[in-house]
C-alpha cells in the first residue's frame, strides 16, 4: 500500500527565502510507470490548487500561475520527489499536500500525504 | 474565482438525499473527466469519485456522481452525520494545460 509522508521547515521568510518541501514515497517505488506524483496545496480556509506534477523520469507539469516559481524534483534513488517554490508572499501560506495519481496524468489524485502546515511570516 | 463554480454551501437532514453541482466550460468538464473529493475536518482530501461516476473501493454506493455537458453533479443519498465535509470537484484543463479544483461547497448536516 503506498504511503505518502511530506517534511520540511513549518515556517519560512518571505521573499528571500524558498519554500521547499520533500515527499517521501513508502510502499512502492517512484519510477512506477503507472504513477504521477504531484503538489497541492490549501491556504488556511480556502480551497486546494494544483501547484504542479512530476513524473519519474522527469518531465514536469506545472501550474501556470505558479510555474515561474516552482520547481518540483525527484530522485528515484530516495525514492522522494521534491518542491521548491521561490520568492515566496504570506499569500504562500498553505498545508501542502503530496499526492500520486495514474496511470495518465489526467487521473485522480487516489493517495494523499497528510499535509504539512507552511507559514510564510518574518 | 474557480473555474470550477460551486456553490459555497449545502445542506440536508438526516436520510435525505443532497446534490452538490460543478460547472465548468469545454475545455475542462466538457472534454475530461471529473473527479470529486470529501475532505473532512483537518484531514487531507479523499478521493469519492473517479472518471465522472467511478467510485473506488470502499466508497459507499450512497454516493454518485453524474455529468451532463459542462456540469457535474455529486448526489449523497441517505445522508448521514459523518458526511458533513467539504467537497470538491476536480478536472483537467486543456487551456491552460492544468489540473484545476472548484471552490469546494460545505456540506452541513442538520
Known amino acids: 500500500q503506498l504511503q505518502l509522508q511530506e517534511s520540511g521547515p513549518g515556517l519560512v521568510k518571505p521573499s528571500e527565502e524558498t519554500l521547499s518541501l520533500t515527499c517521501t514515497v513508502s510502499?512502492?517505488?517512484?519510477?512506477?510507470?503507472?504513477?504521477?506524483w504531484g503538489w497541492i496545496r490549501q491556504p488556511p480556509g480556502k480551497g486546494l490548487e494544483w501547484i504542479g506534477s512530476?513524473?519519474?523520469?522527469?518531465?514536469?507539469y506545472y501550474n501556470p500561475s505558479l510555474k515561474s516559481r516552482v520547481t518540483i524534483s525527484v530522485d528515484t534513488s530516495k525514492n522522494h520527489f521534491s518542491l521548491k517554490m521561490s520568492s515566496v508572499t504570506a499569500a504562500d501560506t498553505a498545508v501542502y499536500y503530496c499526492?500520486?495519481?495514474?496511470?495518465?496524468?489526467?487521473?485522480?489524485?487516489?493517495?494523499w500525504g497528510q499535509g504539512t502546515m507552511v507559514t510564510v511570516s518574518s | 474565482q474557480s473555474v470550477l463554480t460551486q456553490p459555497p454551501s449545502a445542506s440536508g437532514t438526516p436520510g435525505q438525499r443532497v446534490t452538490i453541482s460543478c460547472s465548468g466550460s469545454?475545455?475542462?468538464?466538457?472534454?475530461?473527466?471529473v473527479y470529486w473529493y470529501q475532505q473532512l475536518p483537518g484531514t487531507a482530501p479523499k478521493l469519492l469519485i473517479y472518471?465522472?461516476?467511478q467510485r473506488p473501493s470502499g466508497v459507499p454506493d450512497r454516493f454518485s456522481g453524474s455529468k451532463s455537458g459542462t456540469s457535474v453533479s455529486l448526489a449523497i443519498s441517505g445522508l448521514r452525520s459523518e458526511d458533513e465535509a467539504d467537497y470538491y470537484c476536480?478536472?483537467?484543463?486543456?487551456?491552460?494545460?492544468?489540473?484545476?479544483f472548484g471552490g469546494g461547497t460545505k456540506l452541513t448536516v442538520l
Open positions: 499526492a500520486t495519481n495514474g496511470p495518465t496524468l489526467y487521473d485522480a489524485f487516489d493517495i
Open positions: 510502499g512502492g517505488s517512484i519510477s512506477s510507470t503507472t504513477h504521477y
Open positions: 512530476i513524473y519519474y523520469t522527469g518531465n514536469t
Open positions: 469545454s475545455s475542462n468538464i466538457g472534454s475530461n473527466y
Open positions: 472518471r465522472n461516476n
Open positions: 476536480a478536472a483537467w484543463d486543456d487551456s491552460l494545460s492544468g489540473r484545476l
